[in-house]
């Protein structure tokens, strides 16, 4: 019935006149009122009685009901008090000047087209939510089920691999990335170097390099051309750009050793380059000798890196089990560690200067920072193998390991097991393993001569996507990090299907670790929890225990021992 009156502004008359008890001709009529607006336009106020012009008032007439329209709100108005003509003088009738109302607030629904209104019909339909938690008593339990049914859809869409690369004609010994170009990598074995395109997945360039095999390779920081080192003890200077027609493939320098170098590493700013083998030395591209060399009574190393945030600091991986940090700036070296075994390479945190990640022959890969070497902070474990080679994500957050046991695993940099773990039937030992600048993707050679291209996201689906598919990712792993402890999504999220070796090993070494415990009575406590190594406490160990636990501070996850008398 008030349909067409919430059209108007004004003062609508909302009931029909009762029939009075008085005769006919004094039957109730209709009053006017005039709305006045004044600061806001709920603020109304009724204007004094307008007479007519033959002078007669209607202050008889009587008011039953009134509807005053605001944007919002309906105000159902009812008389309270109305002066008559006839109930008071006519001083007191021209001195009433307003007339007194009860008002009752009506909410009313008032809603923009703008907010529900498609702009085309491609567009989805806009859908109003009230986010208020009492309206939505079963959210948790409608998040926990979408949260579970997350987990499982990335289980089933975990495709990590994505191309083998082959033109190789031996093991692939080491990789290397340009600093500028995402889509070029370089790869060396014993038949020479080879560029290839990610971006077409082939080869664009090869090159014999060196006799023999080719140990390390790097790519100058501005990317115009390429180092090599192998083991005919030469160091050459390659252009980047491929010759033209009828020119032929020639270095740009060549630089005769005094021994086999088996790394190279380039400065991240500077002309200047460090290679190890029998010592560490550092060149200036302009000269052929080298400006500085380091030795601390080792036979040879096998790694040098710089590093790539404090660029005039570098760290050696050494055959006597040591890792030894050097300062450019200094004539020698800065510190020293030995493990219990040797470390194969290492690679700096690019985003957290101080630390660095090893890759050792006890199946562990260790993170040390350099101000506290007494101990590495991080133990990563799950490999059964040796681990050859390890390289951080450009964001520093996590690294991807090679092992000896054809295996690859993401580890993140805080955490001692793996995330994810790639294999294949027909990989073989990993020698090699690089993480493209992107962040995206993962690169590894093994001893079956190919290069192969993972997703360093299992189930990261690749190319463009759309706003609404951003939107659903985002809102799946917030709900997967949100449930993560849940036992059931725990246990799909952690299982990984492994190969029967791999899984037979980690099991006989879990069987033997937790047999050495039972057998010699003795409770292993980290040590940040425990205090450090008092000398009664070896003392009352015998000998053969001491021999068969590892208990030097320096090498794996320290632990203090106390020796449990049954």
Not at 72 to 88: E, K, M
Request: aromatic content about 10%; charged content about 25%; some cysteine.
């Amino acid at each position: 019935t008030t349909r067409g009156m919430l059209s108007d502004s004004r003062v609508f008359d909302a009931c029909e006149n009762r029939k009075s008890k008085a005769p006919k001709k004094s039957r109730i009529k209709k009053t006017e009122a005039v709305r006045e607006e004044k600061k806001s336009p709920t603020d109304f106020r009724l204007s004094r009685l307008r007479r007519d012009s033959s002078g007669t008032s209607r202050s008889n007439w009587k008011i039953n009901t009134m509807i005053m329209k605001t944007n919002n709100s309906i105000y159902l108005c009812r008389q309270s008090l109305f002066p008559s003509r006839n109930s008071c003088s006519p001083v007191q009738f021209r001195n009433s000047s307003f007339i007194h109302i009860h008002a009752m607030k009506v909410k009313v629904l008032s809603r923009n087209p703008d907010d529900y209104v498609r702009e085309t019909k491609l567009d989805i339909q806009r859908v109003p939510r009230n986010y208020d938690p009492s309206l939505h008593l079963f959210e948790v339990p409608r998040e926990y089920t979408r949260a579970l049914n997350a987990t499982k859809l990335e289980r089933v869409f975990a495709k990590p691999f994505l191309a083998s690369l082959d033109g190789h004609r031996d093991g692939v010994n080491c990789m290397a990335k340009h600093p500028k170009s995402l889509s070029t990598m370089l790869s060396g074995s014993c038949d020479g170097d080879v560029v290839w395109n990610l971006t077409k997945r082939e080869c664009v360039r090869t090159l014999q390099a060196h006799e023999g095999f080719v140990r390390g390779m790097v790519v100058r920081f501005c990317g115009t051309s390429f180092f090599t080192v192998g083991d005919d003890k030469t160091i050459k200077q390659w252009k980047m750009e491929t010759p033209g027609y009828g020119e032929e493939e020639e270095p740009l320098n060549t630089i005769l050793g005094k021994s086999v170098f088996t790394s190279i590493d380039h400065h991240q700013k500077e002309g200047v380059f460090v290679m190890c083998g029998q010592q560490v030395d550092i060149w200036d591209e302009q000269r052929s000798s080298p400006i500085r060399s380091f030795s601390w009574g080792v036979d040879s190393f096998s790694c040098v890196r710089f590093n790539p945030v404090e660029t005039e600091l570098l760290a050696s991986c050494a055959s006597d089990r040591s890792i030894v940090l050097y300062d450019m700036r200094e004539a020698t070296p800065l510190k020293k560690v030995i493990m219990n075994m040797r470390s194969n390479t290492l690679c700096w945190n690019p985003m957290e200067a101080y630390n660095f990640t090893c890759s050792n022959e006890d199946y562990n890969l260790y993170t040390y920072d350099m101000r506290y070497l007494d101990k590495p902070f991080t133990v990563h474990m799950d490999h059964v193998s040796a681990v050859l080679d390890v390289d951080y994500s450009p964001t520093g957050k996590e690294f991807v390991s090679a092992s000896f046991d054809k295996t690859i695993r993401i580890f993140p940099k805080d955490s001692g097991h793996s995330r994810e773990v790639y294999h294949t039937k027909r990989m073989q030992h990993v020698i090699s393993i690089k993480w493209s600048s992107d962040n995206k993707y993962i690169l590894s050679a093994s001893d079956e001569m190919n290069i192969r291209l993972w997703k360093a996201n299992a189930a990261e689906k690749l190319g463009l996507l759309a706003p609404r598919e951003k939107a659903a990712v985002n809102y799946s792993q917030k709900l997967k990090e949100k449930f993560l402890y849940h036992p059931q999504i725990r246990r799909i999220s952690r299982h990984r299907h492994l190969p029967k070796s791999i899984y037979s090993q980690s099991k006989e070494l879990r069987v033997m670790k937790e047999a050495r415990r039972r057998k010699y009575g003795l409770l292993l406590y980290p040590y940040h929890n425990c205090l450090p190594y008092s000398g009664f406490l070896f003392s009352t160990l015998p000998e053969h225990i001491l021999n068969t636990l590892v208990c030097n501070s320096q090498t794996t996850e320290v632990y203090t021992l106390q020796y449990v008398y049954q």
